[in-house]
């Protein structure tokens, strides 16, 4: 059975930080695209950030300068740090995998096979 299971979410404060993970089972995580997308309430889904299976990042300008990512494909997880949050990232977060997303289609959901449940972030005082 495939599953993305994120965890990690919860309250944090302004200026804050989180760390999320998604881990994988069921299929090949070294072979597939990470992407991460947040859903902040009554917004629709945005992508954020990608990380390739060889480790390459794409992001966006939203969360540019703030986010750290990694991923163990020997442990079948990804890692997502978000740094300053600000009351505006409050969001629920997924992870999602690909088997392959470029440059130009990354922030595509369509393009996702595999998708967690998400986290909550919720960033207030």
């Known amino acids: 059975q495939v599953q993305l299971v994120e965890s990690g979410g919860g309250l944090v404060p302004p200026g804050g930080s989180v760390t999320l993970s998604c881990r994988g089972s069921g299929f090949g995580f070294d072979l597939y695209d990470i992407g991460w997308f947040r859903q902040a309430p009554g917004k629709g889904r945005e992508a954020i950030l990608l990380?390739?299976?060889?480790?390459?990042?794409y992001y966006t300008n939203s969360v540019r300068g703030r986010l750290t990512v990694s991923r163990d494909n020997a442990e079948k997880t990804a890692i997502l740090q978000m740094h300053s949050l600000k009351p505006e990232d409050t969001a629920r977060y997924y992870c999602a995998a690909a088997s392959w997303v470029g440059r130009e289609n990354w922030t595509w959901e369509a393009e996702y096979e595999y998708w967690g449940q998400g986290t909550q972030v919720t960033i207030s005082s």
């Open positions: 990380i390739t299976r060889d480790g390459n990042l």
